[in-house]
């Protein structure tokens, strides 16, 4: 047995009724090692990771797993045996409590007892410590409502520590967070590593694998494609083992011709609806017809709240003003803005994008029952039709229309949030971060259609946190900074290094 | 359909399966139990006319729950109405036009619905747009109405047995007329299923073959006709029942075939994505909380006329059966999801329950915990379905 080997997957075969999720998959994970788990999604990454961190007990699959050494039988309460063997999961929706304080959720279920009454002092001093060593930039009183992402995954790791976590998991860690934040994440990650823990890094960013592993193991239709050192890969080659097919680009080359400037946000001011903070402090730009204009900036610097602002489903504008055709207008709410054809694929599909329970025809016509409906009666048929030829026009994988959103995959959710706002005919989309956490494959489905749809003469306003994408898909990109817009650059002059001076609010 | 394709469906409906069964299992035990009693059309006649009122607030708090509110001032809202219903019978109507039954009780309907419907339009407004939470608002209303009933009625008991009236809810239909309509009806049936495969085929989707179409008409088809037989040989069908039946119809179609109702289930769903998707949240649960009201008016009368009299103790406890009801017919507390089919079929188990532990002659303590654990057992056996179809 080498001692080097922390994780030895051996044969591991999971299947599910109607699907086999792995299928006989082996590698080994090194000691102290950071080890990028990379597929696209439906590859088998997340099932493999609920066998290491007990959610399918030992039973459940074929196959061994030796933990330094032994072979790992996680049975019974088994999340918990995984913990107390120091096998820790990091994952994707943060399993925080928000009303609780950061030490409050790091000694949850392990509340120091003293004469039947928690001792805080040793909570808060030992959340202290643990946040010192591994230099985690938070503080143990602080409400983790009141955090941002990035500090609530902070938190979230901190408190696998505290459970001696000798292997740590983290499933899509970064998918939230801002490129400050990424920095400072792999910063921690790399501070985990000199204190001997080993790490699973899953993530749908190619570059970060770069960034940070020893290691790739590459995962297709729940079989392993092969494992490798980092330094002998590049980016093409991880994402040809990925699709299986050679990827000549990430991005397709669209035909687009922008035309006529069709709409203008000439130095526009609002206010949070909630806190009366005011969080756009002068946003100019114009969006010409048939255009994809990129946004780009760091978290909180305004992005989401000025694409809302937009919509009207945000706060009051209180200097400046819209010209829609070079007609002034004022937008209510989103039933005006659309109205007015401006509609808005939002930044969280599941929270803001579907009634998830609901069927897929019902999602995607929501917004628009007013074409089929007379007052008594939706005209259920024609509802059916034409919700039918969006999904086949941007072909939604699915069984029919009927099933519940809830049941597909991240990219044919998306497309189904993308379909609902196509039927409203728009002449302006905004797209905020349209392609997060959804797959390679799904990604590029997604490029090609926002292609299409600028040739067709429809005007896309597209927020993205990967750089590579905004350049990658725009015809001009608008940097944000602290609320306003901080330039707006040609695709010609735009690099990663002017977008993130201009983002940092350096220049 | 192979039998495995028949048992996914089976799977997939569960929920309202199960409260069928449950439904049966509870009239067999009981059937059992009284040796055939429980069955005699009398019996069977006075359950569905039992069930009327909280039918009424049940097929309201569906709408209700499926937008994630609940509504606890129905009860005590259908007692004020009933005790406002009796007022207006003996006291003005009385006065005002003497002779005239049938007017009177018809000018009492109205004016109940539109006592209901200011109270609904009342919460409605400090729910939807002052923003406060339903569970408080009709906390509030629950009391605001009890101290309502004692004030109207000065704790005495009032009359409400004039004929006019009394016909709402003790009033029989003609056994001859009482067969028109379930043939009505099964042709109504009929002729929607025809109608629909119709514009299935214009629109060019798969139908599915039509005896499985011939054998779901045909079904509820033999309900109707057997209910309406079995009733006939009492005193006909129930006016009440015939109004509730009417009322479910309409607003069933409403919660399915309309904005109103999608908006309702979209927002209960989802309320984010209902929002960002142009839907006016607060005017559609004022809607909603309003239709609430309207239907307790509703239920009030039927109460009034019911019961005979407005009293003190008037709609005493009926909003819990009401949200029992509808929990019981699959409605998600959570919002989101919900049938006025399945709430009626729950209220129907309350109601049978009842009937059926009265004629066992159970004392009314051991009735009220039977009640409690079978809501809870539904329940339990409910979610374990749940998990199992996933």
């Known amino acids: 047995m080498d001692e080097n080997v922390i994780l030895d997957i051996q044969h591991v075969t999971k299947a599910f009724p109607g699907v086999i999720a792995l299928n006989d998959v082996s590698f080994q994970v090194q000691r102290g090692e950071i080890h990028g788990l990379c597929g696209e999604n439906g590859a088998g990454k997340s099932t493999l990771m609920k066998i290491l961190s007990g959610v399918y007990p030992h039973d459940t699959y074929e196959g061994d797993i030796f933990y330094n050494g032994e072979l790992l039988k996680l049975e019974g309460s088994a999340i918990h045996k995984a913990a107390e063997k120091g096998i820790a999961i990091v994952y994707q929706e943060l399993t925080l409590v928000p009303g609780m304080t950061v030490g409050e959720n790091i000694f949850l279920g392990k509340e120091p007892v003293e004469r039947g009454s928690i001792n805080w002092d040793r909570v808060y001093s030992d959340t202290q410590k643990i946040l010192n060593e591994y230099h985690l930039d938070v503080h143990p009183q602080d409400i983790v409502k009141n955090l941002g992402v990035g500090k609530m995954q902070m938190t979230e790791i901190a408190k696998a520590l505290s459970e001696n976590a000798k292997v740590l998991i983290l499933d899509e860690p970064t998918s939230a967070l801002s490129e400050a934040e990424v920095t400072q994440l792999m910063g921690i990650l790399q501070t985990l590593k000199e204190h001997g823990v080993t790490c699973i890094y899953i993530t749908h960013k190619i570059e970060e694998f770069f960034r940070i592993t020893d290691h790739v193991t590459v995962m297709r239709d729940g079989k392993v494609v092969t494992t490798q050192e980092t330094k002998n890969l590049t980016s093409e080659k991880l994402v040809q083992y990925m699709v299986g097919r050679e990827m000549k680009e990430r991005f397709p080359k669209g035909n687009r011709h922008p035309g006529d400037v069709i709409f203008e946000v000439d130095d526009i001011y609002a206010e949070d609806p909630d806190k009366g903070k005011e969080v756009l402090k002068g946003v100019s730009f114009n969006l010409r017809k048939g255009e994809i204009l990129g946004i780009a900036g760091l978290m909180g610097s305004g992005r989401t709240e000025l694409v809302m602002t937009i919509f009207g489903e945000y706060g009051k504008i209180t200097k400046g003003s819209m010209k829609l055709y070079g007609k002034e207008i004022t937008i209510e709410n989103g039933n005006s803005a659309m109205k007015h054809g401006i509609s808005l694929v939002p930044e969280d599909r599941k929270r803001h994008g579907l009634v998830l329970i609901q069927s897929i025809l019902k999602n995607i016509s929501l917004p628009n029952l007013d074409r089929f409906a007379s007052f008594m009666r939706i005209d259920q048929d024609a509802e059916l039709a034409e919700s039918l030829k969006f999904a086949k026009e941007l072909a939604i994988k699915t069984p029919s229309l009927f099933v519940p959103a809830e049941s597909l995959s991240g990219g044919n959710q998306q497309k189904v949030v993308i379909s609902k706002w196509l039927m409203s005919g728009p002449k302006i989309l905004i797209m905020d971060d349209p392609t997060r956490g959804i797959d390679v494959g799904a990604k590029y489905e997604i490029y090609k259609l926002m292609n299409e749809l600028a040739e067709q003469g429809i005007s896309i306003i597209m927020i993205s946190s990967d750089l590579q994408e905004v350049i990658g898909m725009s015809d001009r990109i608008m940097v944000m900074c602290h609320g306003s817009s901080n330039g707006i650059l040609e695709i010609a002059d735009a690099t990663q290094e002017r977008i993130m001076t201009l983002a940092t609010g350096i220049a | ?390």
Not at chain 2, 19 to 46: C, D, E, R
Not at chain 2, 50 to 75: E, H, K, R
Not at chain 2, 235 to 263: E, K, M
Request: aromatic share 12%.
């Open chain 2, 1 to 390: 359909m192979n039998f495995s394709e028949l048992g996914q469906r089976f799977r997939k409906n569960i929920q309202t399966y199960i409260i069928i069964i449950a439904l049966v299992a509870i009239w067999g035990v009981f059937a059992i139990i009284t040796k055939g009693g429980y069955f005699m059309p009398q019996n069977i006649s006075n359950l569905f006319r039992q069930m009327t009122v909280t039918g009424f607030l049940a097929v309201g708090m569906v709408l209700v729950m499926v937008t994630g509110g609940i509504d606890l001032s129905v009860g005590k809202l259908a007692g004020f109405v009933s005790v406002v219903a009796a007022l207006f019978q003996r006291d003005v109507w009385f006065h005002l036009i003497p002779n005239q039954p049938v007017l009177a009780a018809i000018l009492t309907v109205f004016v109940s619905m539109i006592v209901g419907t200011l109270f609904g339009m009342y919460q409605a407004y400090i729910i939807a747009y002052l923003r406060v939470p339903a569970f408080i608002v009709t906390l509030g209303g629950m009391f605001i109405l009890n101290g309502g009933i004692l004030l109207a009625t000065g704790g005495q008991t009032i009359a409400a047995n004039q004929p006019g009236f009394s016909y709402i809810a003790q009033g029989y239909l003609n056994p001859t007329i009482g067969w028109i309509l379930g043939v009505a009806v099964v042709a109504i049936l009929v002729f929607m299923m025809f109608a629909s495969r119709r514009t299935k085929r214009k629109y060019g989707f798969e139908l599915k073959p039509i005896y499985q179409d011939l054998l779901k008409t045909g079904f509820f088809s033999l309900l109707v006709l057997v209910y309406v037989g079995v009733v006939n040989k009492y005193n006909g069908v129930q006016v009440p029942v015939l109004l509730l039946a009417l009322t479910a119809i309409i607003v069933s179609y409403v919660s399915t075939n309309t904005r109103f109702g999608r908006y309702a289930y979209a927002i209960g769903g989802n309320r984010e994505a209902a929002r960002l998707s142009g839907i006016n949240i607060k005017k559609q649960l004022f809607l909603v909380f309003t239709l609430m009201g309207l239907l307790s008016g509703i239920g009030g009368v039927v109460l009034a006329s019911y019961v005979g009299y407005g009293t003190i103790a008037a709609g005493q406890g009926y909003e819990l059966d009401a949200i029992a009801s509808c929990v019981l017919g699959g409605t998600s507390t959570l919002g989101g999801s919900g049938t006025i089919f399945g709430a009626l079929v729950g209220a129907l188990i309350m109601a049978s329950l009842n009937t059926g532990l009265q004629m066992m002659n159970v004392a009314p303590a051991w009735q009220y915990v039977l009640r409690g654990l079978v809501l809870v057992v539904a329940v339990i056996v409910d979610v374990y379905f749940k998990k199992q179809s996933n």
